[in-house]
């Protein structure tokens, strides 16, 4: 089974910077498909960025600021967000998955969910 523990959220003003992180564990791999979404309050999930293989996505809001990676020997996926927003606020989610990339915005293609770590962002 696999297990996803996400940290890294926290407060920052706008214009700010944050690194979140992604620790996975699992004795069958953690799948080809990694991805990080997030859940503003009272709104649905939404895709932000996604790694399959060298290949990465991002949604069009992401673009340019954030940046997504991963360690494959530490089983670790990061998400570095730079010049955030108000609108960055939101619980972000770590996801896995055995699937390919091309629907990786769809929550319902991931499997395995991380509990969350909540970032705040202050105009």
């Known amino acids: 089974q696999v297990h996803l523990v996400e940290s890294g959220g926290g407060s920052v003003q706008a214009g700010g910077s944050l690194r979140l992180s992604c620790a996975a564990s699992g004795k069958t791999g953690i799948g080809n498909l990694l991805a990080w979404f997030r859940q503003p309050p009272r709104k649905e999930r939404e895709g932000v960025a996604a790694?399959?293989?060298?290949?990465?996505y991002y949604s069009d809001s992401a673009k340019g600021r954030f940046t997504i990676s991963q360690d494959s020997a530490k089983n670790i996926v990061y998400l570095q967000m730079n010049s955030l927003k108000p609108e960055d606020t939101a619980m972000y989610y770590c996801a896995a998955a055995w699937t390919g990339g091309g629907a990786w915005y769809l929550p319902r293609q991931f499997g395995v969910w991380g509990q969350g770590t909540q970032v705040t962002v202050s105009s």
């Open positions: 790694i399959y293989g060298s290949t990465s």
